[in-house]
Each structure stands twice: as structure tokens, then as C-alpha cells.
């Protein structure tokens, strides 16, 4: 584990180019000083990561179920404060959707499991109910329940926790103004403002409007924004000798009152505005809504995006007692289950066989990263076929208006929390409709899929039985030296990373002359940035990376030029990139330059065919089928 942590370190530009890190179910999210400095190609082909992805202003690294401790094994290497309340003068420059993703998920991260457990404990006792093995005046009932319901009822005081990490502040000052929410008093207030001969009352001459905050989200996390600006403020300006009293009980007489006379009736408007609005949206056509989030709700979740919808849900059983948003997330994630026990179905290689197989019995509890990214997404077919079904399926769902009761990750378990109140009805049985269409779906079509690429594959001459038996012929592919130079093995570049051979077999060069052009016919298949590496996938699926120097990165582009751009059609020997050759050792960056199979466990094996001085275009390695 130290090992991984210290390559997702390295990965991600060192200690000193992170600013934040938090995780979720299966991510680690790196907030950083420079994304330039990352080498997501890198960390994307190192073994135990899954995917690398960018969104939200964050830098994700897809760990999946063990991700905890790779977080803990990251956070003890860096030596970081970690929580997602570090603030940086980068926020600013962010766009503001990465804002709010990057905030939402800071504050309901933390939070994801329990709400998942307390959904599936509430979808369990409904099913008691309705089943008759317990009653609502029974004390299992009443302890369990109690258990399933105290987060979401406290829900002000918990965010108030998570949302004064976020925002910089002290979050237990911000938990103090979530428990004035729900105090007992203020409650009982409540309830005697609903009477008609009630007597209105007043803070400071000003008439106070109360409202039941139990489960509510917008308010408190907009007090706990305000709280955390005027904790920064007033400890800038008191005496470090009365500062630690002071400013929390300036704050708790400030923003309290002003929670309860403005925050809270404005945060509460917008709430029902939200819900209102989404009902109208919904109600237009739900077979619609439903396809479409059931159809692109995975590639949501790959980008981030997803979060953006929590506090929406959230909103929707806070306003209305109910949510109809998660339901159509379920098929979604059904569906890339399905996709991934086709793929184990049809895979022949052992263990490519058991990364789908552990994906889909992981992605049944609503982790879906390893089937997206370690099976599906890579096949592509897959994938896609799976979204489609996932559409089809949610759009069932969302025809017969399937709700939810309780707050929980989309999963198996989703379907206990549909039980209405009143016992099992026909949106119960939609929403195991929806489920079954999607994961049938997308597992007949993916392996209909596959049956067909494989019969593609197939030469006719062995489509029927031969008279003589027909062995394969092993066609080995030559790469040709894209720099001129001295041959020299990987396990003599200072860059472990790539003397490992983890990115792919291969040689170094230690170039003469600052010019690479392309060992293959082919395609310009990445190009970074920074123009010190690029990509060449051959006409034979070859895929070769010519790494210029190492740690070049940090050049940013200086010394080099590309003659080409992504996706470019090349020929052998064509000129990919000039770099200056003094300028860069003048630098001090070491010259010495990986050649590598990127996709070398797609073969037999890569063999050097010259360790000595090459020139361009000579015979450098051979690619054996």
C-alpha cells in the first residue's frame, strides 16, 4: 500500500503540488496547485488504479473498494491536512460549476455511506411492515427506526460538521448553529406558530418566522458559509488572547439570529422553488426523465457531475417526503452490472475473468467504478450498450412514477426503499421491471455483441473443419528507432516508473539529435500538453509512447515543437517533434528517453533487436504476436 501511495503521489506532481485530498466510495480527489504537473498517463497504467479522471476542479484517482486505506497510506506520505476544507487562491480561478461540484462533494462525501446504511435499514423495516413481522408500536420497531432516522431528522447538525470543514471554519461552532435549528424549544415554537390564536414573536423588534429545519440541507450549509467568512475575519482582527471565545460567541449571536430571520426563510423559499420545479419538469413527461437519466447518470458519475444532484434528492424528502430522482439512477447502475457479467461470460483470459466478475458482484451494491472503468469503458461496446439499457429500463420507471422514502446509494437494495407506506403497489414491481430490462438487456446485448466481433475475427477457413489442422502463424511486428542515439534497457533509466516496466516493455535512447519521428505507420494517438511525450498506435494496434527525457515534464513546453496534433494519419518516419538537445541538458533534465509498448500484455513479448548507437529509422524492437 505504501508503495501505491507513493506512485499516486509522484503521479499527481509531488507533496508540494497538493492542496486538498478527500475520498468518497471508490476515489481519491486530489485538489492541486498545477494539473499540469500531473501525469494522469502515468498513474492510469499503474497496477491498483483503475481510472484517472478529471472534473469538478478536482483530480480523481479511481481506486475502488479499498480505497480508504490507500487514502490513509497517501495522507500519512504527504504529511497534508487533508481535510476538503483547505482553501486556495486557485477556487477563485475555477469555473463555477467546478466550485460547486468541488463544495457539494467536500460536504456529503463524508456522509454517503451512512446515508446509504440508514436508507437500506428504513427500506428493510418497510419491508417488516408490509411482510407483518413487526408493527410500528413494537420496541424493535421503535429502536431500529429511531436508528434508520436520527442522521436525516439531525440532518442540520451533521452538515453543520461537514460544511464548516469545507469552508474553512471551525465545525464545531457550525454544528452549534445546525443543533439551534432543532432544538427542542425552537420545535415546540414551531408548533405553537400553527396555531390559530398563536402569538407571534420577536428578536430585537424583529418578527422571527419559524420553520421546521429537522432534515433540511440548504439553510445550514449557507449559515456555515457565513459562519466560516466571519470566523476568518474576526480572528484576523482579535487579540490571539481572547480570539478562541470570542469569536465563536460573536459568531453563534451574529449568524443564529440572522439564520432564523433571513437565511432560514430565504434558504427555505428556494427549497420548495427547487422542488416545485423539479416536480413540473417531472411530471411533464417522466418516461423521458427517466431515459434520460438512466442513460446518462454513469457518464454523471465519471465526470463528477453526480454530485451536483445529491442535494437535490436530498431537497425532495426534505420538501415532499419523497424522492423519484433515485429510482432512475437504479437501472443505470443494473445495467453496467449486466454489461460486466456478459464480459465475464465471454472473456477467456482468467483474469481479465475475475476483474469482471468482482466489478459486477461490486457494482449489485452500487459501486459501479470497477465495471465502468476496469471492464466496460476500456471494451467501449459494452458501456454503451449498457447505457442504452440503463435509458430503457429507468424510462419503465419513470412511466409508472416509482418514488423512494429513504435517502440511499442506487443499488439492489433500492428496491425495499420504494415500499410505500400504504404496502407494495405497482411502482414497487415497476422499479424490479426497470432493473430486470436493464441488466438482461445490456447482458444479452453485450454478449451478442461479442459473439459477433469474435465471428469477425474468425477466418472462414477455420469457420468450417479443415482437413489438416491450421496453426497460427506468430507475425512479428518491427518498430523502428524514432531517435537517433544510443540503445540502452529500461532498467538503466533513473525514472522507476519506467525502469519497472510498469507503462510497458521497451528500450531507452539517449538521443543525438532533437528530432522523433514515427517508429510505425499509424495514427497520432495522444499528445501532451507539454509536448514531451507522445503516442503512436500502428495500423496493427501497436501502441508505442516515445517519452522525451525524464521529468521533462516541468519544462511545460519549452525547447519543444510537435509537428503534429491528435489524431493525425503518419507515415514510418514522418516528423513528430523537434526538441533543443543543449537547451534542455543545459536545464539539467536527463535526456535519456523511454520507447515503450504501451500495450504490451497484449503480446507475446517486445524484444530489442539493437542496444548499440541507432539511427533513425533502424530496426529498434521487435513486437512478437
Given at each position: 500500500?505504501?508503495?501505491?501511495?507513493?506512485?499516486?503521489?509522484?503521479?499527481?506532481?509531488?507533496?508540494?503540488?497538493?492542496?486538498?485530498?478527500?475520498?468518497c466510495?471508490t476515489?481519491l480527489?486530489?485538489?492541486?496547485?498545477?494539473?499540469d504537473?500531473?501525469?494522469?498517463?502515468?498513474?492510469?497504467?499503474?497496477?491498483?488504479?483503475?481510472?484517472?479522471?478529471?472534473?469538478?476542479?478536482?483530480?480523481?484517482?479511481?481506486?475502488?473498494?479499498?480505497?480508504?486505506?490507500?487514502?490513509?497510506?497517501?495522507?500519512?506520505?504527504?504529511?497534508?491536512n487533508?481535510?476538503?476544507?483547505?482553501?486556495?487562491?486557485?477556487?477563485?480561478?475555477?469555473?463555477?460549476?467546478?466550485?460547486?461540484v468541488?463544495?457539494?462533494?467536500g460536504?456529503?462525501?463524508p456522509?454517503?455511506?451512512?446515508?446509504a446504511?440508514?436508507?437500506?435499514?428504513?427500506?428493510?423495516?418497510?419491508?417488516?411492515?408490509?411482510?407483518?413481522?413487526?408493527t410500528?408500536?413494537?420496541?424493535t420497531?421503535?429502536?431500529?427506526?429511531?436508528?434508520?432516522?436520527?442522521?436525516f431528522?439531525?440532518?442540520?447538525i451533521i452538515?453543520?460538521?461537514?460544511?464548516?470543514?469545507?469552508?474553512?471554519?471551525?465545525?464545531f461552532?457550525?454544528m452549534?448553529?445546525?443543533?439551534a435549528?432543532v432544538?427542542?424549544?425552537?420545535?415546540?415554537a414551531?408548533?405553537?406558530a400553527?396555531?390559530?390564536?398563536?402569538?407571534?414573536?420577536?428578536?430585537?423588534?424583529?418578527?422571527?418566522t419559524?420553520?421546521?429545519?429537522?432534515?433540511?440541507?440548504?439553510p445550514?450549509?449557507?449559515?456555515?458559509?457565513?459562519?466560516?467568512?466571519m470566523?476568518?475575519?474576526?480572528?484576523?482582527?482579535l487579540?490571539?488572547?481572547?480570539?478562541?471565545f470570542?469569536t465563536?460567541?460573536?459568531?453563534?449571536?451574529?449568524?443564529i439570529p440572522?439564520?432564523?430571520?433571513?437565511?432560514?426563510?430565504?434558504?427555505?423559499w428556494v427549497?420548495?422553488?427547487?422542488?416545485?420545479?423539479?416536480?413540473?419538469?417531472?411530471?411533464?413527461?417522466?418516461?423521458?426523465?427517466?431515459?434520460?437519466?438512466?442513460?446518462?447518470?454513469?457518464?454523471?458519475?465519471?465526470f463528477?457531475?453526480?454530485?451536483?444532484?445529491?442535494?437535490l434528492?436530498?431537497?425532495?424528502?426534505?420538501?415532499?417526503?419523497?424522492?423519484?430522482?433515485l429510482?432512475?439512477?437504479?437501472?443505470?447502475?443494473m445495467?453496467?452490472?449486466?454489461?460486466?457479467?456478459?464480459?465475464?461470460?465471454?472473456?477467456?483470459?482468467?483474469?481479465?475473468?475475475?476483474?469482471a466478475?468482482?466489478?459486477?458482484?461490486?457494482g449489485?451494491f452500487?459501486?459501479?467504478?470497477p465495471?465502468?472503468?476496469?471492464?466496460?469503458?476500456?471494451?467501449?461496446?459494452?458501456f454503451?450498450?449498457?447505457?442504452?439499457?440503463?435509458?430503457?429500463?429507468?424510462?419503465?420507471?419513470?412511466?409508472?412514477?416509482?418514488?423512494?422514502?429513504?435517502?440511499?446509494?442506487?443499488?439492489i437494495?433500492?428496491?425495499?426503499?420504494?415500499?410505500?407506506?400504504?404496502?407494495?403497489?405497482?411502482?414497487?414491481?415497476?422499479?424490479?421491471?426497470?432493473?430486470?430490462?436493464?441488466?438482461?438487456?445490456a447482458?444479452?446485448?453485450?454478449?451478442?455483441?461479442?459473439l459477433?466481433?469474435?465471428?469477425?475475427?474468425i477466418p472462414?477457413?477455420?469457420?468450417?473443419?479443415?482437413?489438416?489442422?491450421?496453426?497460427r502463424?506468430?507475425?512479428?511486428?518491427?518498430?523502428?528507432?524514432?531517435?537517433?542515439?544510443?540503445?540502452?534497457?529500461?532498467?538503466?533509466?533513473?525514472?522507476?516508473t519506467?525502469?519497472?516496466?510498469?507503462?510497458g516493455?521497451g528500450?531507452?535512447?539517449?538521443?543525438?539529435?532533437?528530432?522523433?519521428r514515427?517508429?510505425?505507420?499509424?495514427r497520432?494517438?495522444?499528445?501532451?500538453?507539454?509536448?514531451h511525450?507522445i503516442?503512436?498506435?500502428s495500423?496493427?494496434?501497436?501502441?508505442?509512447?516515445?517519452?522525451?527525457?525524464?521529468?521533462?515534464?516541468?519544462?511545460?513546453?519549452?525547447?519543444?515543437?510537435?509537428?503534429?496534433?491528435m489524431g493525425?494519419?503518419?507515415?514510418?518516419?514522418?516528423?513528430?517533434?523537434?526538441?533543443?538537445?543543449?537547451?534542455?541538458?543545459?536545464?539539467?533534465f536527463?535526456?535519456?528517453t523511454?520507447?515503450?509498448?504501451?500495450?504490451?500484455?497484449d503480446?507475446?513479448?517486445?524484444?530489442?533487436?539493437?542496444?548499440?548507437?541507432?539511427?533513425?529509422?533502424e530496426?529498434?524492437?521487435?513486437?512478437?504476436q
Open positions: 500500500m505504501t508503495e501505491l501511495a507513493q506512485k499516486i503521489v509522484a503521479g499527481v506532481g509531488g507533496r508540494d503540488n497538493i492542496i486538498s485530498l478527500m475520498h466510495a476515489r480527489r486530489f485538489k492541486l496547485k498545477n494539473h504537473k500531473a501525469q494522469a498517463e502515468v498513474l492510469k497504467n499503474t497496477p491498483g488504479i483503475i481510472m484517472v479522471v478529471e472534473s469538478g476542479g478536482q483530480f480523481q484517482v479511481v481506486i475502488g473498494n479499498h480505497v480508504a486505506d490507500v487514502f490513509d497510506a497517501v495522507s500519512a506520505l504527504i504529511g497534508l487533508t481535510d476538503a476544507s483547505a482553501a486556495s487562491e486557485d477556487d477563485a480561478k475555477d469555473s463555477l460549476l467546478s466550485r460547486f468541488y463544495i457539494i462533494s460536504i456529503f462525501t456522509l454517503i455511506g451512512l446515508l446504511a440508514t436508507g437500506i435499514l428504513k427500506g428493510l423495516l418497510a419491508v417488516a411492515l408490509v411482510c407483518q413481522w413487526t410500528d408500536q413494537s420496541g420497531y421503535l429502536l431500529l427506526f429511531s436508528a434508520s432516522d436520527s442522521l431528522y439531525f440532518f442540520p452538515l453543520g460538521y461537514t460544511a464548516g470543514k469545507r469552508f474553512g471554519g471551525n465545525p461552532l457550525t452549534v448553529i445546525g443543533g435549528l432544538h427542542p424549544l425552537i420545535l415546540r414551531f408548533e405553537s400553527q396555531m390559530p390564536d398563536a402569538t407571534a414573536l420577536h428578536f430585537l423588534g424583529l418578527p422571527i419559524f420553520i421546521n429545519y429537522t432534515s433540511s440541507v440548504i445550514i450549509i449557507f449559515s456555515a458559509w457565513l459562519c466560516s467568512l470566523e476568518k475575519k474576526l480572528n484576523a482582527w487579540p490571539s488572547a481572547i480570539k478562541n470570542f465563536p460567541l460573536l459568531c453563534m449571536v451574529v449568524i440572522v439564520t432564523f430571520l433571513v437565511v432560514g426563510p430565504l434558504s427555505t427549497s420548495g422553488l427547487i422542488a416545485t420545479g423539479y416536480l413540473y419538469l417531472y411530471h411533464a413527461a417522466p418516461w423521458f426523465a427517466g431515459a434520460v437519466m438512466g442513460g446518462l447518470w454513469q457518464i454523471f458519475v465519471m463528477g457531475l453526480h454530485w451536483g444532484l445529491v442535494p434528492c436530498i431537497n425532495n424528502f426534505t420538501v415532499l417526503g419523497y424522492d423519484s430522482m429510482p432512475l439512477m437504479m437501472p443505470a447502475i445495467a453496467q452490472v449486466g454489461a460486466a457479467l456478459a464480459i465475464f461470460l465471454c472473456e477467456r483470459d482468467g483474469q481479465k475473468k475475475v476483474v466478475g468482482s466489478a459486477a458482484l461490486t449489485l452500487g459501486i459501479t467504478e465495471a465502468v472503468y476496469g471492464v466496460n469503458l476500456p471494451r467501449k461496446y459494452p454503451i450498450i449498457a447505457c442504452v439499457s440503463g435509458a430503457i429500463g429507468a424510462g419503465v420507471i419513470g412511466f409508472a412514477q416509482t418514488k423512494v422514502y429513504s435517502f440511499g446509494i442506487p443499488s437494495f433500492t428496491f425495499m426503499q420504494t415500499v410505500p407506506p400504504g404496502g407494495v403497489d405497482f411502482t414497487v414491481w415497476a422499479s424490479v421491471i426497470g432493473a430486470v430490462i436493464a441488466i438482461v438487456g447482458f444479452v446485448g453485450t454478449v451478442l455483441f461479442s459477433a466481433l469474435s465471428r469477425k475475427n472462414v477457413a477455420v469457420a468450417i473443419v479443415p482437413a489438416h489442422p491450421v496453426t502463424q506468430a507475425n512479428p511486428q518491427t518498430i523502428a528507432a524514432p531517435l537517433a542515439g544510443q540503445v540502452v534497457s529500461l532498467s538503466e533509466v533513473t525514472d522507476a519506467f525502469a519497472s516496466g510498469l507503462l516493455n528500450v531507452a535512447i539517449i538521443p543525438t539529435l532533437g528530432e522523433v514515427s517508429p510505425v505507420k499509424g497520432v494517438a495522444s499528445l501532451f500538453a507539454t509536448l511525450a503516442g503512436i498506435e495500423c496493427d494496434g501497436v501502441e508505442v509512447l516515445i517519452h522525451v527525457g525524464i521529468d521533462t515534464v516541468k519544462l511545460h513546453g519549452q525547447y519543444f515543437t510537435a509537428h503534429v496534433q493525425d494519419d503518419v507515415e514510418t518516419g514522418d516528423l513528430l517533434l523537434t526538441f533543443d538537445v543543449e537547451a534542455i541538458a543545459a536545464a539539467g536527463d535526456l535519456t523511454p520507447i515503450l509498448i504501451s500495450n504490451s500484455n503480446y507475446t513479448d517486445v524484444l530489442p533487436l539493437n542496444m548499440g548507437n541507432v539511427n533513425i529509422q530496426s529498434l524492437l521487435s513486437v512478437i
